[in-house]
């Protein structure tokens, strides 16, 4: 496998440290607001690079947090506490919030197909290792204690910019007009280990500690929680790009000064989704979330497929039209699908061949493009039905598409429908069931009258709602 690494800014292959087995780590969501689509981008691809991988054969252990804690309204430590401002907008206890936007978060990512990792870890459960590891970084002189804070001293490191990227706009994140520059700080990167005096003195959770009651920064519940988790080395660390500075590049300087030696190999990162107007944001413009695209009628899958499509390290933009159009192709690849008849045996051969290919295609740094085009290529070949099926659904593992429905309301009879048209039967299928479900009776009729006057007839039968042309 191959894998664009933010560090070295190269395709490199993919070695883990340990043999077959790798560590994987992913900057789980601030859970103060539901996650929108553009966050979901970046967890929908992460997912993706971690099922490629175990398609590919390792075996994968893959630790996320949930931050709860620590993380204020600008990256740097200024601003707003995120989750307070949460509790506030909602008349609600900061730990209410974190739990309805934690359960929120990972019921979007089941619509999504988003597998969650094998360790889910909030910020809040690991109080004493970040204290442990702040109390270390004292010790060895990386850290120090200004203005009854804890603060990480940037100017002890060999490399600070390790990603070799930021513009002077980023290097600005804390001292934007806004917010006035912390006078704590001996250098103007260095950042929060521990705070004890912020401007928040009605900061809701806090603890005791070595240098008084106070409660974390935001960026080391990573390098603790990761290293609960996965000890202290990593092959893979992932994010969205804005991730990279100055929350992965703190990240790195507190681990590797913690450890003294080098942490994580591979860094992956997701671009950004943006919508017409620039970046996404949870603040600006219409929320775009899961629950709005469900409630303007799409299949939250449609949206993976719109992700699946285009390359993780390219940004992308949003907007219904491009959506509709997958929204559409979507509907007729599973229609299609769903039509292929059960002809035969099938031939372990041919499927153990197109995932040897799908592996290499999509192994190269992450492809889904191209792993799309394959599953058109499949649909195309000659091989029999139950094969295809077969080859289908061992895509989709990885995919994530449910390609492969197993109580497909299409039959086969239909095999030979436009997919237009199949599409349309589907749609108003889907909808007869919705006003049927409401107890809206004539709606549900006039939607079959309409299916009869284009020579579609449906009926209710104990599997479903079959249907056939007149
Ligand atoms: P947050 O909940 O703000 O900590 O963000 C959760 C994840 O979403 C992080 O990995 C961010 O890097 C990522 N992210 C934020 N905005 C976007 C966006 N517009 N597109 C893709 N990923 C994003
Ligand atoms: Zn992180």
Same mark, same amino acid.
């Given at each position: +496998?191959?894998?664009?690494?933010?560090?070295?800014?190269?395709?490199?292959?993919?070695?883990?440290?340990?043999?077959?087995?790798?560590?994987?780590?992913?900057?789980?969501?601030?859970? /103060?607001?539901?996650?929108? $689509?553009?966050?979901?981008?970046?967890?929908?691809?992460?997912?993706?690079?971690?099922?490629?991988?175990?398609?590919?054969?390792?075996?994968?252990?893959?630790? +996320?947090? $949930?931050?709860?804690?620590?993380?204020?309204?600008?990256?740097?430590?200024?601003?707003?506490?995120?989750?307070?401002?949460?509790?506030?907008?909602?008349?609600k206890?900061?730990?209410?919030?974190?739990?309805?936007?934690?359960? &929120?978060?990972?019921?979007?990512c089941a619509?999504?197909?988003?597998?969650?990792?094998?360790?889910?870890?909030?910020?809040?459960?690991?109080?004493?290792?970040?204290?442990?590891?702040?109390?270390?970084?004292l010790?060895?002189?990386y850290?120090?204690?200004?203005?009854?804070?804890v603060?990480?001293?940037t100017?002890?490191?060999?490399?600070y910019?390790?990603?070799?990227?930021?513009?002077?706009?980023?290097? %600005?994140?804390?001292?934007?007009?806004?917010?006035?520059?912390?006078?704590?700080?001996?250098?103007?990167?260095?950042?929060?280990?521990w705070? #004890?005096?912020?401007?928040f003195?009605?900061?809701?959770?806090?603890?005791?500690?070595?240098?008084?009651?106070?409660?974390?920064?935001?960026?080391?519940?990573?390098?603790? $929680?990761?290293?609960?988790?996965?000890?202290?080395?990593?092959?893979?660390?992932c @994010?969205?790009?804005?991730?990279?500075?100055?929350?992965?590049?703190?990240?790195?300087?507190?681990?590797?000064?913690?450890t003294?030696?080098?942490?994580?190999?591979?860094?992956?990162?997701?671009?950004?989704?943006?919508?017409?107007?620039?970046? +996404?944001?949870?603040?600006?413009?219409?929320?775009? #979330?899961?629950?709005?695209?469900?409630?303007?009628?799409?299949?939250?899958?449609?949206?993976?497929?719109?992700?699946?499509?285009?390359?993780?390290?390219?940004?992308?933009?949003?907007? /219904?039209?491009?959506?509709?159009?997958?929204?559409?192709? /979507?509907?007729?690849?599973?229609?299609?699908?769903?039509?292929?008849?059960?002809?035969?045996?099938?031939?372990?051969?041919?499927?153990?061949?197109?995932?040897?290919?799908?592996?290499?295609?999509?192994?190269?740094?992450?492809?889904? &493009?191209?792993?799309?085009?394959?599953? /058109?290529?499949?649909?195309?070949?000659?091989?029999?039905?139950? #094969?295809?099926?077969?080859?289908i659904?061992?895509?989709?593992?990885v995919? @994530?598409?449910?390609? $492969?429905?197993?109580?497909?309301?299409?039959?086969?009879?239909?095999?030979?429908?436009?997919?237009?048209?199949?599409?349309?039967?589907?749609? %108003?299928? &889907?909808?007869?069931?919705?006003?049927?479900?409401?107890?809206?009776?004539?709606?549900?009729?006039?939607?079959?009258?309409?299916?009869?006057?284009?020579?579609?007839?449906?009926?209710d039968?104990?599997?479903?709602?079959?249907?056939?042309?007149?």
């Amino acid at each position: +496998m191959k894998i664009y690494n933010s560090l070295t800014k190269r395709v490199e292959d993919f070695k883990p440290n340990d043999g077959n087995k790798v560590s994987m780590y992913t900057c789980g969501p601030t859970v /103060y607001h539901f996650a929108h $689509i553009g966050n979901l981008r970046s967890y929908l691809m992460e997912d993706v690079l971690e099922k490629l991988l175990r398609y590919s054969g390792y075996d994968v252990k893959r630790v +996320m947090n $949930i931050t709860d804690v620590g993380h204020l309204s600008s990256d740097a430590d200024t601003g707003e506490d995120k989750m307070l401002k949460g509790a506030k907008r909602e008349h609600k206890t900061v730990m209410e919030i974190a739990k309805f936007y934690t359960d &929120a978060f990972f019921a979007d990512c089941a619509k999504l197909n988003i597998k969650t990792p094998d360790v889910v870890e909030p910020a809040t459960n690991c109080i004493d290792e970040f204290i442990n590891m702040i109390k270390v970084l004292l010790e060895k002189g990386y850290a120090y204690v200004s203005g009854e804070n804890v603060y990480f001293d940037t100017s002890k490191l060999d490399t600070y910019y390790v990603f070799g990227n930021q513009n002077e706009d980023e290097l %600005m994140v804390g001292v934007r007009d806004d917010v006035s520059e912390d006078t704590n700080k001996r250098n103007r990167n260095d950042f929060v280990l521990w705070f #004890t005096k912020s401007k928040f003195e009605d900061q809701a959770l806090k603890w005791d500690s070595p240098w008084g009651v106070g409660y974390p920064g935001w960026h080391i519940e990573c390098s603790c $929680i990761s290293m609960k988790h996965l000890g202290e080395y990593m092959d893979i660390h992932c @994010g969205g790009v804005d991730n990279m500075f100055p929350h992965h590049t703190n990240e790195i300087a507190q681990s590797e000064s913690f450890t003294g030696h080098k942490w994580c190999n591979y860094w992956f990162h997701v671009h950004h989704l943006n919508d017409e107007t620039g970046k +996404m944001s949870k603040s600006k413009g219409e929320f775009l #979330t899961v629950s709005l695209l469900e409630s303007k009628g799409y299949d939250p899958l449609a949206y993976r497929l719109f992700a699946l499509q285009s390359h993780y390290r390219k940004p992308l933009t949003f907007s /219904y039209d491009a959506l509709d159009q997958v929204a559409s192709a /979507y509907k007729k690849l599973k229609n299609k699908i769903n039509n292929i008849p059960d002809d035969g045996s099938v031939d372990e051969n041919v499927v153990k061949e197109w995932h040897d290919k799908f592996a290499e295609t999509v192994g190269n740094d992450v492809n889904t &493009a191209m792993g799309i085009t394959l599953l /058109y290529d499949v649909l195309k070949d000659g091989m029999n039905g139950s #094969t295809k099926k077969a080859v289908i659904k061992d895509f989709d593992y990885v995919l @994530g598409l449910n390609l $492969i429905d197993e109580n497909a309301e299409a039959s086969n009879e239909n095999a030979d429908v436009d997919p237009e048209l199949a599409a349309f039967v589907e749609d %108003m299928i &889907a909808k007869r069931k919705e006003a049927k479900k409401a107890k809206d009776f004539a709606l549900a009729d006039s939607i079959r009258d309409e299916l009869l006057s284009k020579g579609v007839v449906i009926e209710d039968t104990r599997e479903g709602v079959k249907w056939h042309l007149a």
